[in-house]
Each structure stands twice: as C-alpha cells, then as structure tokens.
C-alpha cells in the first residue's frame, strides 16, 4: 500500500461441498489501520470534542481506575470540581460556536496548571472535573486555588470578551470514607452540587 510495507490479519476459512473440502476462502485486513480505527473510536467515545478533555464517561472510568489504585495499592485522590457560571449567559449572547472556543480557553487554563498525570475532564453546562493522587490536602487547595486565579484570568476569548468566575468543590478519596465512595456515587455528588446554577455554593466540601 503506497510503497510500504503493511503488517495484515490473514483470516481464512474452509470451503464445503457435497460435505468434502474443496478450498479455502481467505480475506486480509491492514492491522495498521484497523488499530488506528480502534483509536480513533476510542478517543471517539471517551473525548469531549469541543475541550479535548475526557467527557462524562472518560471521567466515569478514570475514576473507577484510582478507585481500583487506592483500594490496592493505598493511592489517595481527590476530585476538584470547577462550575463556570457565566458559560450559558455566553452561549445565549454569541452563540454555540463561541461558546466552544469559550470552553477549550478553560481547559487550556486548566491544563496550563495541571501536569500530565491529572485527569481533566468536562462534563456539560460549564462544568469541569480534575482528578489526582495527594499526600497532603493543603497542597491540593492550593492547586485549586491556582487554577481558579487561572480561569478568571481569562477575559477575552477568540474575538470575543467575556469573563470566567468559577465556583468549587473539593473532595478527598481516603481510609476514612472509602467504603462508601464508588465512582457512581462521586459523579452524582459533583454533578448535583455542581450543576446549582441558583444559590450560593460552599468554596470547599471537605470529606477528610
């Protein structure tokens, strides 16, 4: 194909008549390619495609792997949520196209403050959720803080201005409250407390 050489899946399969063998029918398939589909819908599938953060089910299984890290091996974590109020309002005033660049601004942000290891998602309706491994609580505070200072640092986004206020929440997965945290249990909490638009929103929920 194209001057090179392909790795291929040969399959093939017995060919009856009148009850005896009379050949062989075979097909092949490019690996390459049918492992880069595979990625592709895998990517598909777990991807917010406007952020290119995990969407609700890329976060849903990450959370059930450090689930599995602590329950074995002892890894806490703790999960941040980030609630960016003011993305309807400007969906409703620019449009969804706007509101798109609006939402990869605020990955950016994020990421620009979280390293590689972290899991960052967006969920829907101007909500983002971290995911990471802690030893000590106060620094993860700290973090959020930061990424807060980050997000409300934006003003102008594209050839738009608008601002970013987020409010947050902050839980820790640990030995004291491990036997009732399932990554079912976690979502409907963050999605619950995040998703109060009305009202305000204690800046810390702390489930040390």
Known sequence: MGGKLHHILANKMTVYEDGKIVG????????????????IYTKG???NPATGLNNLRGLAENMNHYLEEF???????????????????????FGDTAGNVYLKAIGKALQDVFDHRVILAYVIDGQFY???QYENPENMHKIQQEAVRHIE????????????????M?????????????????????????????????PETDKR
């Not at 390459?32 to 589909?37: M, P």
């Not at 036997?179 to 109060?196: I, P």
């Open 130 to 132: 971290v995911i990471m």
């Open 24 to 39: 062989l029918l075979g097909f092949f398939s490019d690996l390459e390619q049918q492992l880069a589909d595979e990625k």
């Open 153 to 168: 640092s934006i003003h102008h986004v594209g050839e738009w201005r608008g601002t970013c206020t987020a409010k947050i």
């Open 45 to 47: 599938r777990l991807e």
């Open 71 to 93: 329950w074995h091996h002892g890894r806490k974590f703790c999960v941040m949520g980030f609630y960016i109020k003011e993305y309807e309002t400007f969906c409703r005033t």
């Open 170 to 202: 902050l839980s820790y997965v640990n030995e004291e409250n491990a036997g009732v945290f399932r990554y079912e249990q976690l979502m409907y909490q963050f999605m619950q407390e995040l998703g109060k638009a009305d009202g305000e929103m204690e």
